[in-house]
């Protein structure tokens, strides 16, 4: 089943396993000069930003938790310009991968943007671009190792596992596709607190501070990386548009 990528209405699904495939041939973007203009707008009001490529989603089809996803690439301002300055469907449907993090004491982890970035004291999920880098079998295995460096970078070295009775979660907005990418952890809150602050004296991070609420549930309206959507469906991973869940 081909899925709707220029929807208005953001939407969940579960899949089980993913395939990806992508051609990075010559350069068809039709709005670069327009969306040259807008990033050094941006530059101007915060320096700190940093224009690198990202994977775009061109196609998506799901059929029985298998998905396969089709990627080409571009570059983050051009993702921006689209995102925020365009009334038509998006041309750049940024791949990022979110994770899902549930520790030993029962807390998910969720974090908050720092104000060096292009969103500053957004609540979300650890979690960012799926990079060219990232691509090595073209398989879930892919995803799940991108949101692992991705958890590293953001909050400190845990020691996560995926979760074996859990799917993976497609969300699909009308500027991203995301991959809520679930783990569990043997180490506590307190922990995941500790790494954080060892991460922090280290450098700088992106995000100025680590949350843990108790059960998935306490992530009712906290968006994932780039995706504004109730995660209070995530409390019992079934019903709504989220299906094939294998959790109760």
Do not use: M
């Given at each position: 089943m081909r899925l709707d990528l220029q929807t208005t209405r953001p939407y969940l699904k579960a899949f089980t396993d993913a395939v990806m495939s992508w051609?990075?041939?010559?350069?068809?973007?039709?709005?670069?000069?327009?969306?040259?203009?807008?990033?050094?707008?941006?530059?101007?009001?915060?320096?700190?930003?940093w224009r690198g490529d990202v994977?775009?989603?061109?196609?998506?089809?799901?059929?029985?938790?298998?998905?396969?996803?089709?990627?080409?690439?571009?570059?983050?301002?051009?993702?921006?310009?689209?995102?925020?300055?365009t009334n038509r469907p998006s041309l750049v449907r940024i791949l990022y991968v979110s994770?899902?993090?549930?520790?030993?004491?029962?807390?998910?982890?969720?974090v908050e943007m720092s104000s060096s970035t292009s969103a500053p004291g957004l609540i979300q999920l650890p979690g960012g671009n799926v990079d060219l880098s990232d691509l090595f079998t073209g398989t879930t295995d892919d995803l799940r190792r991108a949101a692992l460096r991705e958890l590293a970078e953001e909050v400190g070295a845990l020691?996560?596992?995926?979760?074996?009775?859990?799917?993976?979660?497609?969300?699909?907005?009308?500027v991203s596709v995301g991959v809520l990418v679930p783990f569990l952890t043997d180490m506590t809150s307190d922990d995941v607190r500790y790494?954080?602050?060892?991460?922090?004296?280290?450098?700088p991070p992106e995000i100025s501070a680590v949350h843990l609420p108790p059960e998935w549930d306490a992530l009712d309206g906290i968006a994932p990386h780039s995706l504004h959507a109730n995660l209070g469906l995530l409390a019992s991973w079934s019903g709504g548009e989220i299906s094939g869940s294998q959790r109760p």
């Open positions: 051609d990075f041939g010559r350069d068809t973007y039709p709005y670069a000069l327009e969306a040259d203009r807008e990033w050094q707008r941006r530059l101007d009001g915060n320096p700190n930003l994977l775009s989603v061109a196609a998506a089809e799901l059929e029985d938790g298998h998905l396969n996803l089709r990627l080409e690439k571009s570059d983050f301002g051009r993702y921006l310009y689209e995102r925020t300055t994770a899902l993090v549930r520790t030993s004491d029962h807390c998910s982890v969720v020691s996560c596992r995926a979760d074996p009775c859990s799917s993976l979660i497609l969300a699909v907005s009308s790494a954080f602050d060892a991460l922090v004296q280290e450098e």
